[in-house]
């Protein structure tokens, strides 16, 4: 990621710039005010030369302390000459003392014309600058006299100040080039390590941007930035379980909201279909009670009649009820699915026998084809449901030759049960809708035989319950309805529809 101005360069360019700005400071305040301060501290050194010799000749002879005085004299580059009211000379520091004594006598008969700026003047002495015109040469001087009497002439040169001045300002130059140079190499690596986590943290923060948790801060450390690294991660930490929970929270509102509207459309589409059901076996129901309440036939073979028609859509309604609280159970996962070993032969052969006298009505016959045994996962109730749906529906539609076949089969970890009647193959069109509650294909043709509609519909919840395909198949002289369950080590299986 590179940007135009990244923290790295701007601290380089500030540190550059701020070294730049004292050098180039450093560099007027030496070239406008070295001089100055240099002038008031000479200015001070001849003062304190004038105060330390007027101490010595007020208290003795100096000669005994020339030695100190000379050292002090030297060391402040101060050329000295004292002479004492006889013109006898006292002391002298410079190598050509004449141009001193010279000088001295000038000052004070009033003979020099050297031109001359005074700094300071009391009754005993007289500080000014002075300007040589033998070798252009600027001094400090200071002529007087002592408490004792004796006169003095005292100079030190400022040359030596403009030199100091330019030497400073070169040695400034190479110094601060060498300081920048440097300085900024330094800066550079030193911002590009601590940029370093920062360019990680502003990546982490990108993906965290994007919804992406995965990547952590790893640069660690105990100062700043590192604290404000393990707070990201904390943060994404947080971030990552909250946005979790929501999508959580968000799929369970979802699937309440679908699920609030399929309650709603089968609420809907219950009472449609109940009312329309309920209608003709109520009407009967009506008709043949108010027909016995008037006498319409007082034979007893009537009265039989007419309560047989009563009672059976009677026990229609109530058969309806049943499969529609069962159907209701199954689809919205109230009824548990208890899985055990079953031995599908043997339940098949129980549903076959209960059903005999339905057979026997049907004029059909029956031939079941299966093993000894064919063990399953299964629920045993939910599978006789199953089984009894498939075999009742067949006896329903068994037509033609009156043909029914059961087989149970044994396929590697499936067994497959199949129910085939002979008779009239299903129009494709319908095939889709057969597992639909209160669809029939022939309303005239199941109405005979008491159907509603629902039978197909409990057997696809059942199915869908354990997870196991299910289906019909059409064939040129009759239909078979199947389905398969698990013969391996566990119930899961897949929710399939094969038609």
Known sequence: MKMRFSLRRQMTVIFVGLLAFILGAVFIVNSGFLGQYYLSHKVQDLLNTYDAVDVVLEQGSLTEQSTEILYEAEKSNIDMAIVNSNAETLLSTAKDGSQLFLQLFRNLYGRNDTPSTILEQTDNYILCRTANPD????????????SDGSFFMMRSPLESIRESAALANQFLIYLGLTGIILGGV???????????PIMELAKLSERMANLNFDEKYTSGGSNEIGILGENFNKMS????????????????LQQD????????????EFLGNVSHELKTPIALIQGYAEGLKEGVNDDPESREFYCDVIMDEAGKMNRMVKNLLT?????FGSDEVEFERVDVVSLVKGVISSCEILIQQAGA??????????????????TEQVVRNYLTNAIHHVENEKRIEVRVIKDGDKVRVTVFNSGKPIPEEDVPKLWDKFYKVDKAHTREYGGNGIGLSIVKAIMESFHQKY????FDNGVEFWFELDAGNSGNGENTLAQ
């Open 471 to 474: 289906g019909v198949k059409n």
């Open 365 to 382: 016959e029956v031939d079941f084809v299966a093993d000894e045994t064919a063990y399953a996962w299964a629920d045993e109730f939910k």
């Open 186 to 196: 330094l800066v550079w690596l030193f911002a590009r390590r601590i940029t370093r």
């Open 327 to 331: 159907l209701n159970q199954l689809e």
């Open 257 to 268: 909201i679908e699920q609030k509207e399929k309650i709603e459309n089968m609420r809907s």
């Open 237 to 252: 930490r947080q971030l990552e379980q909250t946005i979790s929970e929501l999508k959580t929270a968000n799929n369970q």
């Open 135 to 146: 070798n252009t040469m600027d001094y400090i001087e200071m002529w007087g006299k002592f």
